[in-house]
């Protein structure tokens, strides 16, 4: 088992981008929880909206940060919660990794569904109609599951270096491996005691 403080986030939203104005506007969709996985804690943490300050002491600590599409869509969306800019942290998108090596983009489901036998609970809007009947728990396990599925993703490339996808109707594997982050420097941090 790696010493490495790796997580795996995945962030779930208050708003559609029809209600915030298109797409582009990810920063005004607003959390209603993120999931995380620790792996030196091996524990899974769900954080609503009002407790975020504890996932950006998460991510500060972090020697990498796993998920999927986060780049553009769930750093975006976390952004205007921290004083610090996310994209300076040390991150793995597996959704990137995998468009880069095939040129276009796939869904987490086809990912899942043909590498691990497991498919995502929902989409995107079942887990905003959730938040909207304020069915915290039920969107709490729901973001829980993807956070699953994307760890299992993750470690299923550390173990085999590959994933498999569905193009069509023909199941496919895509050769792909990810790199060991190397352990950051703790941050100096100045203490007072008045």
Known sequence: MSSLNKLVFDVETQKSFDEVGGFGKNHLLKVSVVGVYSYPENKHYCFEEREIYRLGEMFQEADQIIGYNIKHFDFEVLQPYFNFDVHTLPYLDIMEEVTKLLGHRLKLD????????????????????????????????????????????????????????????????????????SPRKPLAIQASLF
Do not use: M, W
Not at 118 to 130: C, F, I, M, S, T
Not at 160 to 181: A, N, V
């Open 110 to 181: 086809n990912l899942a569904q043909s590498t691990l036998g497991v498919g995502k609970n929902g989409d995107g809007l079942e887990a905003l109609r959730l938040f909207k009947q304020g069915r915290l728990e039920e969107l709490k396990k729901y973001c829980s599951h993807d956070v699953k599925i994307t760890k299992d993703l993750y470690d299923y490339v550390l173990s085999y270096g590959k994933l498999l996808y569905k193009d069509y109707f023909e199941t496919r594997e895509l050769k792909i491996s990810f790199l060991e982050p």
